[in-house]
């Protein structure tokens, strides 16, 4: 129903800035919410950030919370990670997430994901 194409990965130095956008085409709800989560080598899928329909709710994980900020463009079906002050273990594949109800939380059980946007950081 819903795809997900990102962009906006590269390559940065420590300490710079990058700002990943998803572009998500189909139907999307009014419960909808849009995260991202990213993935480094040899690890586990994590979760990154998230955001509600409205954007007033937003949620990060502690090793972002600060420096990245999410946010959405209904009107453009759009969502943003804004990546500041970064660091080389921010270095990943940054994969757009998506859900049509918010009824599971924002942390797991999204349906929908982007082929993702590779970002490094060098020290």
């Known amino acids: 129903q819903v795809q997900l194409v990102e962009s906006g990965g590269g390559l940065v130095q420590a300490g710079g800035s990058l700002r990943l956008s998803c572009a998500a085409s189909?139907?999307?709800?009014?419960?909808?919410?849009m995260g991202w989560f990213r993935q480094a080598l040899g690890k586990e899928r994590e979760f990154v950030a998230a955001?509600?329909?409205?954007?007033?709710?937003?949620y990060y994980a502690d090793s972002v919370k600060g420096r990245f900020t999410i946010s959405r463009d209904n009107a453009k079906n759009m969502v943003y990670l804004q990546m500041n002050s970064l660091k080389p273990e921010d270095t990943a594949v940054y994969y757009c997430?998506?859900?049509?109800?918010?009824?599971?939380?924002?942390?797991?059980?999204?349906?929908?994901w982007g082929q993702g946007t590779q970002v490094t950081v060098s020290s």
């Open positions: 189909g139907r999307t709800l009014s419960s909808s919410v």
């Open positions: 955001i509600n329909w409205s954007g007033v709710s937003t």
């Open positions: 997430a998506f859900k049509n109800f918010y009824y599971t939380g924002y942390l797991s059980h999204y349906d929908y």
